[in-house]
């Protein structure tokens, strides 16, 4: 899968408490995105990232954090995780501009 | 990002070429036309994207029309494993953050 690598694959977790996904590429791509999705709704952009300390905000990121320190991860924070985020989570990678976005295996997670 | 219409869903049988319609009227002059794939418990696949000329790859053909406002996506002999939700995405800009619809689910029937 193009060298994206999703952590945890599965995660149950409590409402109210802060939840961490990884997203890790091997492949030195410069764009990183996180994307949410749910039936009925589809793949919705939370937020995308342009480069090592660069961010910005997709369709639905209210509620969500991210940060990249380094090329090669791009970390999505939920700091006190609601049910309405229970939600299959793909992080994506790109070279850049019209290129061809690589999606990994997605994170399933579960907030009780 | 231009607004498309695809077919909710379309079946086809095995080894019959499959034409995926997309309309996407409102796509600006610099929008190139993406096309990706979800399998059944999988995150999305690249298919095939084009700017103005019809683009073929080892997975499928993509026609644009000559005013832009439609594609066609062209699986040639639909197997078994092209069935799937497939996503039309005019897009254009730097950033290449993409914005999905809710795409045409593909059944394939042997």
């Known amino acids: 899968d193009a060298g994206i690598t999703q952590s945890p694959r599965h995660k149950v977790t409590e409402t109210g408490t802060p939840v961490t996904l990884r997203c890790h590429q091997t492949?030195?791509?410069?764009?990183m995105y996180w994307y949410r999705q749910d039936p009925g709704h589809g793949l919705r952009l939370i937020h995308y990232s342009y480069g090592v300390k660069d961010t910005d905000k997709g369709e639905v990121s209210d509620g969500y954090s991210v940060s990249r320190s380094k090329t090669e991860d791009f970390l999505l924070t939920l700091e006190s995780a609601t049910s309405s985020q229970t939600s299959v989570y793909f992080c994506?990678?790109?070279?850049?501009?019209?290129?061809?976005?690589?999606f990994g295996n997605g994170t399933r997670l579960t907030v009780t | 990002d231009a607004k498309t219409t695809q077919p909710n869903s379309m079946e086809s049988n095995e080894e019959e070429p499959v034409h995926l319609p997309c309309n996407h009227s409102?796509?600006?002059?610099?929008?190139?036309i993406h096309w990706y794939r979800q399998l059944p418990s999988q995150g999305p696949e690249y298919v095939i994207h084009g700017l103005t000329s019809n683009v073929n790859n080892r997975m499928a053909s993509l026609a644009i029309a000559e005013d832009r406002k439609s594609s066609t996506l062209i699986l040639h002999r639909a197997t078994l494993r092209d069935a799937a939700v497939y996503y039309c995405i005019p897009h254009g800009g730097a950033t290449n953050k993409l914005i999905f619809g809710t795409g045409t689910l593909l059944a394939v029937q042997p």
């Open positions: 994506a990678i790109s070279v850049g501009s019209n290129s061809p976005l690589h």
């Open positions: 492949e030195n791509h410069r764009y």
């Open positions: 409102t796509i600006s002059g610099t929008d190139y």
